[in-house]
């Protein structure tokens, strides 16, 4: 038995896998200890991987050379791109995963992991020794009383840490349903100088497919193709940025029903009964995920509200119902969602509830995640007041890399906003902080058309590859994705083809006009009215051209070259903003500054400053309170 590691990660959630992984596979002896080896990485909440902004985020995780992204491809029953009705700067990919087999698949992930360990037990305290420094963490110590050293601990507790669930007035202390909640970490680390606070989120009823009548429903299908022989196209609106992972399970549908003014005034009815509402929960909750019962209230004036009914498994008949998340009594549950004629007999397999949990202000933290008063502890995931898989998934990967640069004496991996929406997720949490559960989406991203899901290989890879988290088959397969969308992006602005009578007769039909000679095959693309697909059957030079690529990655260069095409001018005048704004941070503050001393900057401004403590002018710009007044004071400063 060893008790002495390079690493140690606290919970093996979406963060503690992410982390455990990514600290090991940088050659660091690694311990991931859990309450529960069999529910690793367990969907909490509903069974499915990315989303608005979300999606984004696993394909980021996934260029960096994390797991997340390729489990999530492993396991799922259903693939979505969302928001293609909108520019390829918001589309997001969404996958529906079965929950039991994404549990599979991370457990044996970890179990093949070389340098990991995973241990079966509950943290109770973190082992400290004081320096002139201040606070170091030196490991951990357990239910069993069993203490296990080590130079770098990764604390990701979710949502464990002095967790209270609410079923109505009933009060269950649990992380979990079914799970015990942890206690004495988030005391300690109160005495040890970090803010503690509590957050709330919820999760909805569980229910028995069999028992929902389908022809009430609307089926909601993803976006695979069913081919005549009755297999299913390979869906390049996957995760994973490797050409050799794929969906292995077949898809299933989701099902959408609606709310109803019954519905509504059987919940409005027992409003006394909500812990939400009758003073039992105190603390606040995501506001972008908010409860049924909040619904009601907060836009009373709506009759309906949609809601997604989620199988959570390729076979199983259990259903996440998604919009209907409630901590109202298991009775009230029941009978509100029986007014709803789908689920006229529904059975449940188990309530909804809220958790109220403890979480650490991470304007504490430094953007490599760790502690500004506990040295050599990183925080990942729902502790820094996050919501969310991805958010969590993110942090943790990028915690676990950097505890394991720590510890081999290397700087730490810190990306910028115009580099990943994971530099976007960990600046806002320390340089804003939270006062609800912070949740990404694409409007927290000032550069969003250089943060798209098609591209965050190329933002990205090379900084796995050398850091040494994409291996050569991964970066090597990037570079030849680019060079062959290079090649036809050239093409394409290089030849020009005749209009055919097909093609004219299309741009007539959509009211372009006729075309009088020869034309670029790129600035046909650039009219919003046409695209790749349209013009492949339509010119056949085109179509003769985009045969050479590879089949396996085909439809993703097309749609890479595409994007290029069309927005090029948007891409670059942003590329420029952000190297501007990009200066600002080169400029950096020295370590002790004393902000207080400086009279010409406002009292929020000093307060604010001396509070969180920037790195660089780039960061003290973007802190709120902190003004452009008091931004010009502190370049003079630093100048002078």
Known sequence: MKFEYDVIVVGAGHAGCEAAVAAARLGCSTLLITADMNRVAQMSCNPAIGGIAKGQIVREIDALGGMTGIIADRTAIQFRMLNRSKGPA???????????????????????????NIFQDMVTGLMIADSEEGHVAVGVRTALGIEFKAKRVVLTAGTFLNGLMHFGRTQIEGGRISEQSSR???????????????????????????????????????????????????????????PDVGRTLPPRDCYIVHTSPEVHQTLRDNLADSPLYNGQIKSIGPRYCPSIETKIVTFADKESHQLFLEPEGETTHEFYINGFSSSLPWQVQVEALTRIPALRNVQFYRPGYAIEYDFFDPTQLCHSLESKVVRHLYLAGQVNGTTGYEEAAAQGLIAGINAARSVKGLDPVVLGRDQAYIGVLIDDLVTKGVDEPYRMFTSRAEFRILLRQDDADLRLTPIGHEIGMADDFRYQAMLAKYAERDALVEWCETTSVKPTDKLQEYLEAVGTGRLTGKVKVA??????????????????????????????????????????????????????????????????????????????????????????????????????GVSPADINVLLVMLRN
């Open 184 to 242: 004495g970490l988030s005391d300690q680390l109160r005495d040890l100088g970090i803010n503690v606070d509590r957050m709330k989120t919820g999760t909805p009823a569980r229910i028995d497919g069999a028992t929902i009548d389908y022809s009430e429903v609307i089926p909601q299908s993803g976006d695979d193709v069913q081919l005549p022989d009755g297999s299913v196209k390979r869906d390049f609106h996957k995760f994973s940025y490797l």
């Open 90 to 116: 918001v589309w997001s990919p969404r996958v529906q995963s079965d929950r039991s087999r994404f549990i599979d698949e991370w457990r044996k992930t970890l179990d093949e992991t070389e340098g990991l």
């Open 523 to 624: 600035d046909l693309l650039r009219r919003p009215q046409l695209d790749f697909e349209k013009l492949l059957p339509l010119i056949t030079a085109l179509a003769d051209r985009c045969s050479d690529l590879p089949e396996d990655r085909r439809e993703e260069i097309i749609e890479s070259a595409e994007i290029l095409i069309k927005y090029q001018g948007y891409i670059d005048r942003e590329r420029e903003s952000a190297e501007r704004m990009g200066r600002l941070e080169k400029v950096r503050i020295p370590d002790g500054m004393d902000f207080e001393g400086i009279l010409a900057i406002s009292t929020e401004g000093r307060q604010k400053l001396s509070r969180i403590r920037p790195a660089t002018i780039g960061q003290a710009s973007r802190i709120p």
